[in-house]
């Protein structure tokens, strides 16, 4: 049963455009979201986080929005730039909870 | 100040091996956690670990698999008498104090294959 779900496996932007991933999530007891973005042969690095009890983020280029009545949240990535390019987890954990649930991921193709 | 470490980066195993897999914690850390990233998936919570102490071990298989964080050295994620679908890549992330929204910071995985 995936409760942080990315429905998208890839995404290719044309770099300077912006690039929109996106998530949905099935609990609603889930406090903290959380977006990794991980190259190949590495581990994830940490992005952006935003608390349920706000609806935007912001961190220079990037931009969480979280609709907590949609269970929905989306990055975005302003102007997207050929170093994006890589796998993105969108991920998710409670307020009592030492795990993180990560979806799938979406790999994402800046375009030249 | 060294991220965190993981060793050995790549572990191939025959069937009916054991494999060992090592993480140390960020300077600072005294929080660990286990993750398995299977092929074409997300990773997967499998541990979590204080200083000698388990905390958490919702994750792990019942079988095989066990974790240790001692008070010295590095944390040890052990696979007894390893089957092909132990493939996988592990990846140990640490937090300074294991708090709720606390990020966690990950290192950069053990791949393992099992022939």
């Known amino acids: 049963d995936q409760q942080v779900k990315q429905n998208s496996p890839s995404l290719s932007v044309q770099e300077g455009r912006i690039s929109i991933l996106n998530c949905d999530y099935t609990?609603?007891?889930?406090?903290?979201f959380l977006w990794y973005k991980k190259y190949p042969a590495e581990g994830p690095t940490f992005l952006i986080s935003?608390?349920?009890?706000?609806d935007k983020n912001e961190d220079g280029r990037f931009t969480v929005f979280l609709n907590k009545s949609a269970k929905h949240l989306s990055l975005h990535i302003v102007p997207s730039q050929p170093g994006d390019s890589a796998v993105y987890f969108c991920a998710a954990r409670g307020n009592r909870d030492d795990k993180i649930i990560f979806g799938k991921g979406t790999r994402l193709h800046i375009l030249p | 100040n060294a991220g965190v470490m993981q060793n050995p980066r790549h572990l191939v195993r025959r069937r009916g091996q054991e494999a060992r897999l090592r993480c140390s914690p960020m300077k600072g850390h005294s929080h660990v956690y286990w993750y398995r990233q299977l092929p074409e998936e997300g990773l997967k919570f499998m541990v979590y670990l204080q200083k000698e102490n388990i905390i958490d071990e919702s994750g792990m298989p019942k079988e095989r698999f066990s974790a240790e964080f001692p008070k010295e050295g590095p944390s040890i994620l052990r696979i007894q008498q390893v089957v092909r679908g132990d493939s996988a890549a592990y990846f140990c992330?640490?937090?300074?104090?294991?708090?709720?929204?606390?990020?966690?910071?990950f290192g950069p995985g053990t791949r393992l294959l099992v022939l």
């Open positions: 992330a640490s937090s300074p104090s294991g708090t709720a929204g606390e990020t966690q910071y």
């Open positions: 935003i608390s349920s009890i706000k």
């Open positions: 609990n609603s007891m889930f406090d903290y």
